[in-house]
């Protein structure tokens, strides 16, 4: 989004508080001064995650704190559902795994979790696969199936959403 | 009204009890057990007869059997309680039919033949006007059935899941509470009577898969067998990847699903959230019932037990009573 604030100390925090505040994630903040333009305004641009549903919110408190949006950016939806592995991940080529999900375009492994017991024993993996759509993440979920199966290792998926 | 039980393990000693104590308008008139048996047109003292097994383990004459009983006319209701056989139903499933053959009402707690052969014991008790009733074999005492007959009528149900088997739920407590192995936690189950000496059954996920299979044939009409069913147990679930769950709040459990418009049958270990009323402790069952206009429902008790699995007989033989002479 691009945004448009008083250029005075302390107003670039006064935006981005409000963005971890909702539980967001700031993935760049681009941030120029046109020289050939004095101006007592700023303009700022900020790329970042959001959860579901706290993009109104967020906007009412730019409002409120009168940070001014010029424009909102292609707003895309994003989609994490976890996964639970069990079997011999090490073993079974874990780059191979996480890759057949990221070349897929579509999805990609965001997080990975691993407790690993004794030698010779099954590893325990949390995998959580991301997504800018629920059929995206269930077409990388039939492909982690196909994978569980061809590399026998047991694969617990959720009951709901989670 | 007049029955005849095949069976005198715990379910049938506390159905027998049931019988003699609540006054309930049942006489028991035949009786057998796996050694023995007894007919008494007149009616069995219960008391004596219950009294003869713990003595002597037999609760009749020796040679008196099934067969004798079956045919002897001496009852209107059989309850069949024996053993349960899932891969033939035997000899429970030529019990049934001989009885139903007979014109005589069928209540069981037997899974074996209720699976495995549904439909046909549904038309023989259609033609010869007689009622097969089975609601203690999903669910011990939970009214499932009676649920989605009477309380639910007229709603079209879209989904059941739930918590099937009570040994893997407490395996699975067990793991996440205690940080108990798998094996530690099988261990606990069986030595509490929870779990059998061959749990199979239990952790491959059949006995939760066989319970789906009722419920698809009587609720949906579907014609299932267990190779219908996509079947995963516990045996392979790690504390380690319960911990891994744990942190979010998040639990493991056995469930069983079925989703008629998506063609799922399936029972699995699934993720899920710990505040979701499917996560029953020790060896609870639950069961969450998707409608159409009753929204969700879900039921909570006790999956096993011999005095649970009474009470879903008794049931059984009240809903039978009250129904009797409806049908003709």
Known sequence: ????????PGQLVSVIQPISEIGGNILSVIHERDP???SDVLDVQILCEIPEGSLEPLLARFKQIGVNVLRIGEERLLVRRSVILIGHLIHTDITDTIDTIDSTGFAEVHALSMIMPAINEPSSTKMTIKSDSLANVNRALDILRDVARQKEFLIIEPLEDV | MRVAMLGLGSVGKGIAGAILERDIGFTLTAVADSKSGRIEPSGIDIASMLEQKERTGMCGTPGVGAVDILASDAYDILIEVSPTNAETGEPALSSIREALCRGKSVVTSNKGPVALD???????????GAYLRYEATVCGAIPIMHTIESGLAGNPITKLYGVFNGTCNYILTRMAEEGLTYQQALLEARERGYAEADPTYDIKGIDAAIKLVILANAVWGMEKTLDDVEIT???GVTTASIALAEEQDLTIRL???????????????????KSHPLVVGETLNAVAIDTVMAGEITLIGKGAGSLETASAVISDLLFIRDCHGRRS
């Open chain 1, 1 to 8: 989004m691009k945004l448009e604030m008083k250029d005075s």
């Open chain 2, 233 to 235: 147990g516990i045996d």
């Open chain 1, 36 to 38: 050939a333009v004095r």
């Open chain 2, 118 to 128: 549904f439909q046909s014991l549904h038309r023989l008790a259609e033609e010869h």
């Open chain 2, 255 to 273: 469930i069983g699903e079925i989703i008629p418009a998506e063609g799922v049958l399936r029972v699995s270990p699934r993720i899920i959230p």
